[in-house]
């Protein structure tokens, strides 16, 4: 094969690996640039905390939007829901939710908090309170799914366990007169009610930093197979020197 055609198929490999390596870079910082703005608008609102009525989650236009809430309503007589794989102080653990009808407004799942798994990974029981309750805290969109593999609940026991929360699955599993609100409600971690918890955002994600330390990585390795293909290209072939002399 010629020093050409070997060039030509080197560059064609070299290229597509640069292309490959440079979108995962941009992907890792979009991700990045989309988290910190989700942490920003979150610490605005936890600074501000001016509450909105709960019936606001069921808006779809605020479907990915973030306010500080409070109301009154009464918890559904309804299955607890555990959402799986969820860490918390280096453990295992689920998170737990209830559903909760707002006065005048569509049910709306809340964020109890956490609980850990035994070894045997028995699902914890989560209490039921009953009567008006007040709430307050945060509306937020549902943890992030990543890629939605598999259902997204199963039937475990008098509840269901849940690999990602997912609104449209809830409702079929679960169903009200009214749409399951497209957010939910984290409580404030100073409420009597529930489990261990608080509000941060990316307990069991990747936070901005690290999407930025990626991306800085993958365009690295861009620029490794750049640098590596200029130099194999303009380098002198073997036995050159000696034709020369």
Known sequence: MSRRRTLIGGWMLALAAIALFGNLSAWQLRRAHEKQAMLD???QVLAQRQPVPLGASADPARAHEFAWSEGDGEFVVAGPLWLDNQQRHGRAGV???RLFRPEGGAPLLVDLGWLPLAGDRKLPAIDLPTGPQRLRGMLA????????LGPALASSG???LMTRVDPAAIDA???FDRPLAPRVLRLD???PLGYDRDLELLANTLPPD???GYALQWGGLALAVLVTALILTFRRPRGTHKAAA
């Open 41 to 43: 608008a979150a610490a």
């Open 95 to 97: 998170r737990a939710y």
């Open 141 to 148: 969109p549902p943890p992030s799914i990543g890629l939605a």
């Open 158 to 160: 008098d509840g269901w």
């Open 173 to 175: 599993a679960l169903p």
């Open 189 to 191: 971690p100073a409420l």
């Open 210 to 212: 690290k999407h930025r």
